[in-house]
Nanobody
Framework: QAQLAESGGGLVQAGGSLRLSCAASGRSFSNNALGWFRQAPGKEREIVAAISWPGTKTYYSGSVKGRFTISRDNLKNTVDLQMNSLKPEDTAVYYC????????????????WGQGTQVTVSS
């Protein structure tokens, strides 16, 4: 059964860095865009970053552009999110997701989800 599993979340002080990883298993994600979303308490799930197949295009939300970097390793079937200069408003549960499309930047385009990993940024 295909699944996505996130790791790397935790507690960090404002200004610090974290690297999230997502391992895809059970199938190849060739031809699939991969993305990172986040959901803070009381808020809707929002896209943070997305990367196309095979990785030539990326998308970042305005709130993280210049601070976060998404990358994928197609041989290992993984997608990472490097988060620098973290702010308290980055606190959320972060989800890895896979799309049916080769590039996707909106929530409805993603159909497979991981369980999420908590990121907490203290001020």
């Amino acid at each position: 059964q295909a699944q996505l599993a996130e790791s790397g979340g935790g507690l960090v002080q404002a200004g610090g860095s974290l690297r999230l990883s997502c391992a895809a298993s059970g199938r190849s994600f060739s031809n699939n865009a991969l993305g990172w979303f986040r959901q803070a308490p009381g808020k809707e799930r929002e896209i943070v970053a997305a990367i196309s197949w095979p990785g030539t295009k990326t998308y970042y939300s305005g709130s993280v552009k210049g601070r976060f970097t998404i990358s994928r390793d197609n041989l290992k079937n993984t997608v990472d999110l490097q988060m620098n200069s973290l702010k308290p408003e980055d606190t959320a549960v972060y989800y890895c997701a896979a799309s049916l499309y080769s590039f996707a930047t909106t929530f409805p385009e993603y159909t497979m989800w991981g369980q999420g990993t908590q990121v907490t940024v203290s001020s």
